[in-house]
């Protein structure tokens, strides 16, 4: 009971070291700006300059001092007085309003925001170190960018912080593009999730199970490429996250963990219909027992006619990974059984027989028209 006291004590007292010490910084960064403001507000160029010309002056004041008293614009009251009091064109105070303001709405956003994000990136990043380093990333933008936005707030116009804004947005966009592209596509994997790691993709026209996932690339261990067929060639190929808005990504277990194959087989057109589909489908049914049981669909037939047979496609659910093994499976059982039951099974060849036919009852050519 006394450690689990202590334990909380110390948990609160860290807390309030944590939180002191975040409000000293900030009251330190006030105190800056505070100071900068002034500063900031006597340099050239930052306050407009007040010229007035005398002739003009003396021209512009009536004669009549009922006109002057007329000409004099009402005073402002209420609120609209406390805004040109801060926010007026002639206020001193305009800069180290618009600092502050800047400071508080960027601050109170960026704290907002990454919370949102840490939590986003905690139910769905595949790796820690992708989320550490994904906010990394985005703790340095929001300083770098809340330092210039700060700076530009200094001058006073809020034009030019907006325009300002517009610009470095677009800079940023523009040198990054890649990089910001990257990561934003690292984003849609998270949250989208077009692929897990272990799924057998297709991108870019390379086909490879995925076995990692970075903020700028993924990793695949190709299927095929040195080898024909759809085996693992243990080469590793690493696709840019840049490229993923740009190219059709195929996945082959999206929705589900299996998927539809097939074997094609060409039978004579004097073969036994009913014999040869049973020993088809008893060989698939022996090999795939396993994934019948999970996903309750049997194998079956489709047919269509050749020139020289008939064309028979096996169909049935396999693992994508073992596609190309349990198809060999599946050969070799129609070779055993075709072959114990030749000849009312046979495999049919593409095949061209030519007879002779000679003429019979035609007149033969006079010998004086030759």
């Known amino acids: 009971m006394k450690s689990s006291i202590q334990e909380t004590a110390d948990r609160f007292g860290s807390w309030v070291s944590l939180r002191i010490r975040h409000q000293t910084v900030l009251w330190l960064l ?3 700006v505070v100071l ?19 002739v003009a002056t003396e021209a512009a004041t009536p004669a009549n001092p009922a006109q002057q008293t007329e000409a004099i614009p009402p005073t402002p009251s209420g609120l609209l007085r406390h805004w040109h009091t801060y926010m007026g064109p002639e206020s001193p105070y305009r800069s180290l309003v618009l600092v502050i303001l800047t400071l ?26 992708n989320a550490a380093a994904f906010l990394k990333i985005w703790n340095t933008l929001w300083k770098f960018v809340i330092a210039i936005l ?6 006073g116009s809020l034009r030019l912080l907006g325009l300002t804004a517009g610009f470095f947005g677009m800079m940023l966009g523009w040198s990054l593009q890649q990089p910001v592209t990257g990561i934003a596509a690292w984003l849609m994997i998270i949250l989208k999730k077009p692929f897990r790691i272990g799924d057998r993709v297709v991108i870019a026209g390379i086909t490879g199970d995925v076995t990692g996932i970075s903020l700028t690339h993924v990793l ?3 299927v095929g490429g040195s080898v024909s067929g759809e085996e693992r060639s243990g ?24 998927m539809l194959d097939e074997v094609p087989v ?8 009913e014999l040869a589909k049973g020993i088809m489908v008893a060989a698939a049914q022996d090999v795939t027992a396993e994934i019948i049981k999970k996903t309750g669909q049997q194998p079956f037939i489709r047919a269509e006619f050749l020139d020289w047979g008939i064309l028979v496609r096996l169909r049935y659910h396999t693992i994508p990974a073992k596609r190309q093994e349990l198809s060999t499976y599946i050969i070799e059982r129609l070779l055993r059984d075709f072959g114990k039951e030749y000849p009312r099974v046979r495999f049919a060849t593409p095949s061209q027989s030519i007879r002779y036919r000679p ?3 035609t007149n033969p050519i006079p010998d004086s028209q030759t």
Do not use: C
């Open 30 to 32: 006030l105190g800056l």
């Open 36 to 54: 900068a403001g002034p500063v900031a507000a006597q340099l050239p160029g930052m306050m407009p300059e007040r010229r007035t010309d005398p």
């Open 104 to 129: 508080v709405v960027l601050l109170n956003l960026k704290a907002y925001v990454t919370r949102i994000m840490r939590r986003t990136l905690k139910e769905n990043a595949f790796s820690t170190d």
């Open 150 to 155: 700060v700076i530009m707030a200094m001058t």
């Open 220 to 222: 695949l261990n190709q």
């Open 235 to 258: 080469r590793g190929i690493l696709i840019p996250n840049a490229i993923l808005f740009q190219h059709v990504i195929i996945n082959y277990t999206l929705d589900q963990e299996f």
């Open 266 to 273: 060409r039978l004579t057109f004097d073969s036994d219909w």
């Open 359 to 361: 003429e019979v009852g």
